[in-house]
């Protein structure tokens, strides 16, 4: 379901990463020749525009970088940073566009365009989160490239959209969490589940694992022997989800094993 989700959402991203690399550049028909040879910005910059238009995203990215290498003092090498590290974010090479991206942000310290390098940096990240059973590295490198920016640039469009990006890799977090959480208590190591299911409901408590994780709670605190603990984590999951089947599941377990103290 959240692999599903993110690729909605990356399918939505494009354009707006697009748009903002659009808005104000110039536009031309002429074709890019891809060898090697000294040419004047603009024919250069207008053959990365031709081939990104048409989908050739790694020879796109190859000229706008020629631009900033042959022209690095030009007002077009600017732009011409971005859209190579759109470019390589367009043809999936996420570290060269991060590259790219971070390489703009140390030149340009201030830019209006910087909003959007941060972004881009984010995305590359996002895009790479793998499933739940694999180590979460990324994961965690996504959570803070969005939490960057959207503390440099809470009121951005950019800062919008990283919200909810936000939302979806806390969950994929909690998701690891539940799933090594799970991996304990078939092991019946309690303890060590315990402290799995705590981090999902400290850290994590608005993700959809949160009701799971504190049925699984009710479950582990009764194998160690410790009703009173199971009681207040089960009272906790019937007034926060009253209707979910992991209240159910819990008020079963409850009834079985009373805590006699």
Same mark, same amino acid.
């Given at each position: 379901?959240?692999?599903?989700?993110?690729?909605?959402?990356?399918?939505?991203?494009?354009?707006?990463?697009?748009?903002?690399?659009?808005?104000?550049?110039?536009?031309?028909?002429?074709?890019?020749?891809?060898?090697?040879?000294?040419?004047?910005?603009?024919?250069?910059?207008?053959?990365?525009?031709?081939?990104?238009?048409?989908?050739?995203?790694?020879? %796109?990215?190859?000229?706008?970088? /020629?631009?900033? &290498?042959?022209? !690095?003092?030009?007002?077009? =090498?600017?732009? @011409?940073? *971005?859209?190579?590290?759109?470019?390589?974010?367009?043809?999936?090479?996420?570290?060269?566009?991060?590259?790219?991206?971070?390489?703009?942000?140390?030149?340009?310290?201030?830019?209006?365009?910087?909003?959007?390098?941060?972004?881009?940096?984010?995305?590359?990240?996002?895009?790479?989160?793998?499933?739940?059973?694999?180590?979460?590295?990324?994961?965690?490198? %996504?959570?803070?490239?969005?939490? /960057?920016?959207? &503390?440099?640039? !809470?009121?951005?469009?950019? =800062?919008?959209? @990283?919200? *909810?990006?936000?939302?979806?890799?806390?969950?994929?977090?909690?998701?690891?969490?539940?799933?090594?959480?799970?991996?304990?208590?078939?092991?019946?190591?309690?303890?060590?589940?315990?402290?799995?299911?705590?981090?999902?409901?400290?850290?994590?408590?608005?993700?959809?694992?949160?009701?799971?994780?504190?049925?699984?709670?009710?479950?582990?605190?009764?194998?160690?022997?410790?009703?009173?603990?199971?009681?207040?984590?089960?009272?906790?999951?019937?007034?926060?989800?009253?209707?979910?089947?992991?209240?159910?599941?819990?008020?079963?377990?409850?009834?079985?094993?009373?805590?006699?103290?």
């Amino acid at each position: 379901m959240l692999t599903k989700t993110m690729t909605r959402i990356g399918a939505a991203t494009a354009p707006l990463l697009l748009a903002a690399l659009l808005s104000g550049c110039a536009t031309s028909k002429n074709k890019a020749d891809t060898q090697y040879v000294a040419r004047d910005v603009s024919t250069l910059y207008n053959a990365g525009k031709y081939r990104l238009d048409r989908g050739q995203y790694k020879l %796109a990215a190859a000229l706008f970088d /020629e631009v900033e &290498r042959q022209h !690095p003092y030009s007002p077009w =090498a600017r732009r @011409a940073q *971005l859209m190579s590290a759109f470019s390589y974010y367009m043809n999936q090479d996420y570290p060269e566009s991060i590259g790219a991206a971070q390489r703009f942000l140390s030149i340009h310290t201030g830019n209006k365009d910087a909003p959007y390098a941060y972004y881009l940096i984010a995305l590359c990240y996002y895009e790479q989160i793998a499933d739940v059973t694999r180590d979460q590295k990324i994961t965690q490198q %996504a959570l803070d490239a969005l939490g /960057e920016l959207i &503390r440099r640039y !809470p009121d951005t469009r950019y =800062a919008a959209d @990283a919200r *909810l990006k936000l939302d979806l890799v806390n969950d994929h977090l909690a998701g690891k969490e539940m799933e090594i959480g799970r991996f304990y208590q078939r092991r019946g190591q309690w303890l060590a589940a315990t402290l799995r299911f705590r981090t999902v409901i400290d850290k994590y408590q608005t993700t959809t694992h949160t009701p799971e994780a504190l049925e699984r709670l009710v479950e582990s605190y009764l194998s160690l022997g410790i009703p009173a603990e199971a009681q207040k984590a089960a009272a906790v999951l019937g007034r926060n989800y009253p209707g979910s089947k992991w209240y159910e599941r819990s008020y079963k377990l409850m009834r079985e094993h009373p805590n006699k103290a």
